[in-house]
């Protein structure tokens, strides 16, 4: 079975400085996607990033990368130059293709002014 | 863009009430899924329908949940007696079909409250 690990329950940065939130998984597929989602206070989910298993190149979305480590079952989420507004829960998720998503517990980001 | 969107945002029901909960996923997708958060703790899958039919569920999707794509536009969740621990925030997911195009996207969620 899959899983999901964010080793980062809480973190805390200045504003404008750059933040890196741990995420490991477990599979035995080769075949997957791995996602950041972010949860404001609101409580809607948001896709920040998406990564697939078989591209080499990591992701990037504006301020917002990933370390993606296949051999190392690793991806983290980069976030510079942050912003108040990038306060929230962050999830790492994964799914095989065309399958349900697995999420880890979160992490929550808070971003101090 | 194109999004998904649930309703009710909130919904206030008493133990052993049935609720619907209701989603209108991306016109195009074919794959649909409810999750579940309860308060503080990560999100969980509940469900997936494609073609009609359930794909795929969690050991939480017991005979008290439902799913139905009635019109083909709407995909709702049923519980049939809810029960406190029901609480949750349930989010519906869509996604499109293919190798390609896996992301899922999720609406704003309905708030469940049951007293």
């Known amino acids: 079975a899959q899983t999901v690990t964010q080793s980062q329950p809480e973190m805390s940065v200045q504003e404008a400085e750059t933040v890196t939130l741990s995420c490991t998984y477990d599979t035995s597929e080769n075949n997957y996607y791995l996602f950041w989602y972010k949860q404001p206070p609101s409580r809607q989910m948001i896709l920040v990033i998406r990564?697939?298993?078989?591209?080499?190149q990591n992701a990037t979305e504006n301020r917002f990368s990933v370390n993606f480590q296949k051999a190392a079952k690793s991806f983290s989420l980069k976030i510079s130059d942050s912003q108040l507004g990038d306060t929230a829960m962050y999830f790492c998720a994964f799914m095989k293709q065309d399958d349900k998503i697995i999420f880890g517990k979160g992490t929550r980001l808070h971003i101090l002014p | 863009e194109p999004e998904v969107t649930q309703t009710p945002s909130h919904q206030v029901t008493q133990m052993g009430q049935e609720v619907i909960l209701r989603c209108v996923p991306i016109?195009?997708?074919?794959?649909f899924y409810w999750y579940r958060q309860i308060l503080g703790q990560k999100v969980e899958f509940l469900v997936s329908?494609?073609?009609?039919?359930?794909?795929?569920k969690s050991e939480i999707f017991d005979d008290q949940f439902s799913v139905e794509r009635p019109d083909g536009s709407n995909f709702t969740l049923k519980i049939r007696s809810t029960k406190l621990e029901d609480s949750a925030m349930y989010f519906c997911a869509s996604s499109l079909a293919g190798a390609s195009t896996d992301t899922q996207y999720f609406g704003p969620g309905t708030r469940l409250t049951v007293l």
């Open positions: 016109s195009n997708h074919l794959y």
């Open positions: 990564q697939e298993a078989y591209k080499q």
């Open positions: 329908f494609y073609n009609n039919e359930i794909s795929e």
